[in-house]
């Protein structure tokens, strides 16, 4: 069964940083692609950025480019997103999904207030 | 601003059906693959049509997905009120190098 698990949410201040993690079983995860996907409260789904199986390539939305990192480690079977100088509108729930967004987390909220 | 453009509501009745229309550009719908998506309130988003047609296992064949150059369309019929759920459609955005979600449909079983 195919399962990813989302971690590293949480409160943090403007300006501060956090690192999401997503634990992935139940599939060869070094043959995949992955992605992060997000969802203000009482908004829709907003993609946020993805990485090719290998990492060879790598793509962000705008709105986090320059701030966000995406990476992976194949050996560990995860996913993670490091976020840098998060502002109030980065305040979401985060979910990663797999390749072509077949399956998803439960996500993870981040909330950025002072 | 979502590069895909939804209707922000749909509803019908238990039992009828109901189409959900996703409109775009040359350089995502027309050009890439779409995928439909339902969320349950309170839920993850799940995976209901992939590659404009498909359907994953365990997905029954009252949901389809159509494409005709840059819209999509999602149809569900014989409507439960167990379909009321947000719905989005989703795809690649060649030009922008970036996925890319429509705004979302709420769908209401009257």
């Known amino acids: 069964e195919v399962q990813l698990v989302e971690s590293g949410g949480g409160l943090v201040k403007p300006g501060g940083s956090l690192r999401l993690s997503c634990a992935a079983s139940?599939?060869?995860?070094?043959?995949?692609?992955m992605n992060w996907v997000r969802q203000a409260p009482g908004k829709g789904l907003e993609w946020v950025s993805s990485?090719?199986?290998?990492?060879?390539?790598?793509y962000y939305a705008d709105s986090v480019k320059g701030r966000f990192t995406i990476s992976r480690d194949n050996a560990k079977n995860s996913l993670y997103l490091q976020m840098n100088s998060l502002r109030a509108e980065d305040t979401a729930v985060y979910y990663c999904?797999?390749?072509?967004?077949?399956?998803w987390g439960q996500g993870t909220l981040v909330t950025v207030s002072s | 601003q979502s590069v895909l453009t939804q209707p922000p509501s749909v509803s019908a009745a238990p039992g009828q059906k109901v189409t959900i229309s996703c409109s775009g550009s040359?350089?995502?719908?027309?050009?890439?693959?779409v995928s439909w998506y339902q969320q349950l309130p309170g839920t993850a988003p799940k995976l209901l049509i992939y590659?404009?047609?498909k359907r994953p296992s365990g997905i029954p064949d009252r949901f389809s997905g159509s494409k005709s150059g840059t819209s999509a369309t999602l149809g569900i019929t014989g409507l439960q009120t167990g379909d009321e759920a947000d719905y989005y459609c989703?795809?690649?955005?060649?030009?922008?190098?970036?996925?890319?979600f429509g705004g979302g449909t709420k769908l209401t079983v009257l």
């Open positions: 999904a797999r390749d072509k967004r077949d399956y």
């Open positions: 139940g599939f060869t995860f070094s043959s995949y692609s």
């Open positions: 990485i090719s199986s290998s990492s060879s390539y790598i």
């Open positions: 040359s350089s995502n719908i027309g050009n890439n693959y």
């Open positions: 590659d404009n047609n």
């Open positions: 989703g795809t690649w955005d060649s030009s922008l190098s970036a996925g890319s």
